[in-house]
């Protein structure tokens, strides 16, 4: 859906922010930081989709597993998360959320403020354009010379 929003509103950018809920899945952090990972070899979001795939069986070995999948080392994924490379990371991002009361997951921001509606395309472009409308467009001053 929020690939769509993308395609149809020209401009508008996604910023993807970690919120693990270790308290629904014990390898929540985890499977961030393999997401992480990922993002470091350019792989972001194939890995986002494969860990939202597979949350309800999420394990050390299918993380590893999904990395191999992708063509990641396994091992290299292993040492980042023993070593804990990107908990600061996915530490931060869940700061940020609790600083702006997330408490679950998806929650949108558009323009920094809270969406709180339905989670459709019409919905969402509405609000997007809405949130544009708020803003002025700076134009150039066009100087002509007869």
């Known amino acids: 859906m929020i690939t769509q929003i993308l395609r149809r509103h020209a ?33 972001f979001w194939p890995m986002h989709k494969a860990l939202m795939a597979q949350s309800a069986r999420l394990s050390i070995p299918l993380l590893l597993r999904l990395a191999s999948e992708r063509g990641l080392s396994p091992d290299a994924l292993q040492d980042a998360l023993f ?6 990371k996915v530490g931060h991002d869940f700061a940020r959320g609790m600083l702006k009361s997330v408490d679950g997951t998806p929650t949108l921001f558009i323009n920094g403020k809270r969406y709180v509606g339905p989670m459709t395309i019409g919905a969402l472009g509405a609000a997007v ?18």
């Open 83 to 88: 070593s804990g490379r990107f908990a600061a």
């Open 129 to 146: 354009d809405a949130a544009r409308g708020s803003t002025i467009p700076v134009k150039p001053r066009l100087r002509v010379v007869a």
């Open 11 to 43: 401009g508008v950018r996604q910023a993807f922010r970690h919120f693990p809920l270790v308290s629904i899945h014990d390898l929540a952090k985890l499977a961030a930081e393999t997401a992480e990972f990922a993002a470091h070899r350019g792989g």
